[in-house]
């Protein structure tokens, strides 16, 4: 059996552009929220948590409504045109109101003031306004975003037999930090991480240009109804599922065993707790560098995506080899060992320092990603992969509800020096011991053949 990379790549153009959008949400709206309305860590963290907020409720409804929708266009592609369109719009409007704010605080001379951050705050709760138009506008874009994810990421599983999954979702992952890597070096670019009191309109504008490239990509190239189609001739012809008539006779509902739930439950805790160290991390990362260690926060990313896309095509090829359990807990492992490193790294430091530590967190949150997802969705039949995509993003999206909330609240008590990597490397070290004991999660078996099929494209 074989995997049609040129397939997958076109069905990851839904993820590139969900992840080139993320990117730069988390790049910029943590700094307009410090430094254009002065808001604490804490403060900031709960805004920045809304998203996730959202995503527990709305990711496994949006999940659960496409496996049941059929349309010409196929059952995901409709909510991932609508929810592209309103995203990229509302982006962009988000900037405008951001505009207002700093052309206000810019009159009333805060960045001239001694405590920037205070008499920003000052004048953000004399002049709520903007701030409520901001979070309005948030809330709008935050949505639309929901809208498609699970969506998006259930195509995958929609269009791949399930031995092929970690293979393909090395793909989807390489495709997704692909639209990473180009917002960053657009932040060079545009330098944001250079100026606390700039206008990010540009920026987001050439953002969302490169999220729409990757949509009209997807829907030229993608054919969704007829690769699903294939999958499940494809699954019964290789004994992995049975015909829809004989599967519905013997168990629709397809109830989980015992083990099996015991196993999901463990993976889902897993997934919390590493997206609690993990999101720390990057929902604060830019504060942390520009504001503590005088770093430039675009290059060093670049440097841990570029290490993800060397790894999550040999992780991929490791992972069915050796199973999916041992090399998810191999990366997390490299993860916690990396952010560790990082609590040792002060601004006298040569920047340079930080490269290694962001190329082993590169390496192991790409072992971690490529394998845990399929893993989850493993137990679900091919009907309600959705739903399952639902759970698996809700387990993440509550876990970074808590994330920069909790931390946040640290960071103001100790503050974010030595407080930022330790938190990180606590929580993804916790996330190894509920992996240790999961028990499903691996790929069924199949036939390997020549090296050359492995890699056909047609």
């Given at each position: 059996m074989k995997l049609n990379y040129k397939r997958v790549l076109l069905v990851g153009m839904a993820f590139f552009l969900i992840t080139a959008f993320w990117q730069a949400y988390d790049a910029i709206v943590p700094l307009i929220l410090t430094n254009h309305f002065g808001l604490p860590q804490s403060a900031s963290g709960a805004v920045m948590s809304i998203d996730n907020v959202l995503a527990v409720f709305l990711l496994p409804i949006f999940g659960s409504l496409s496996d049941k929708v059929n349309t010409r266009f196929g059952k995901r592609t409709p909510f991932i045109f609508i929810g592209t369109i309103i995203a990229t719009i509302s982006f962009i409007c988000l900037t405008f109101i951001d505009n207002y704010q700093l052309a206000q605080i810019v009159n009333a001379g805060v960045p001239e003031s001694s405590d920037a951050a205070k008499a920003a705050l000052e004048f953000t709760l004399s002049n709520p306004l903007a701030l409520v138009g901001f979070i309005a506008t948030l809330l709008v874009t935050l949505i639309a975003m929901a809208i498609f994810r699970s969506p998006a990421v259930a195509l995958m599983p929609d269009v791949t037999v399930e031995p092929l999954r970690s293979k393909a979702n090395a793909i989807i992952n390489l495709t997704g930090t692909a639209g990473g890597i180009i917002?960053?070096?657009?932040?060079?670019?545009?330098?944001?991480?250079?100026?606390?009191?700039?206008?990010?309109?540009?920026?987001?504008?050439?953002?969302?240009?490169?999220?729409?490239?990757?949509?009209?990509?997807?829907?030229?190239?993608?054919?969704?109804?007829?690769?699903?189609?294939?999958?499940?001739?494809?699954?019964i012809r290789l004994g992995l599922e049975k015909a829809e008539d004989e599967e519905s006779n013997e168990n629709s509902s397809h109830k989980l065993s015992k083990a099996e739930f015991k196993s999901f439950m463990l993976i889902l805790a897993s997934v919390a707790l590493w997206y609690i160290g993990y999101n720390s991390i990057t929902s604060k990362y830019s504060v942390y560098a520009t504001n503590i260690l005088g770093f430039d926060f675009n290059f060093t990313l670049i440097i841990a995506q570029a290490a993800a896309i060397v790894s999550y095509i040999p992780v991929g090829i490791i992972a069915s080899k050796a199973g999916r359990r041992k090399t998810v807990l191999a990366g997390v492992a490299m993860l916690t060992i990396a952010f560790f490193l990082g609590v040792f790294v002060t601004p006298q430091t040569p920047e340079i320092i930080m490269y290694p530590i962001f190329i082993l967190a590169g390496i192991g949150w790409a072992t971690i990603n490529v394998n845990s997802f399929p893993m989850a969705v493993e137990l679900a039949k091919h009907g309600n992969v959705g739903k399952y995509t639902g759970y698996y993003y809700t387990a993440s999206m509550a876990a970074q509800i808590v994330a920069p909330i909790l931390s946040g609240f640290l960071y103001d008590i100790f503050g974010m020096r030595f407080t930022f990597f330790t938190f990180g490397a606590l929580f993804v070290a916790f996330s190894f011991v509920t992996m240790f004991f999961v028990k499903h999660g691996d790929a069924q078996k199949i036939e390997e053949k020549s090296i050359l099929e492995h890699l056909d494209v047609d």
């Open positions: 917002v960053l070096v657009l932040g060079m670019v545009f330098a944001t991480s250079k100026n606390s009191f700039m206008q990010y309109t540009p920026y987001v504008i050439a953002v969302c240009i490169v999220m729409i490239l990757g949509f009209i990509i997807f829907l030229l190239g993608v054919k969704e109804n007829k690769w699903a189609r294939e999958m499940e001739e494809d699954s």
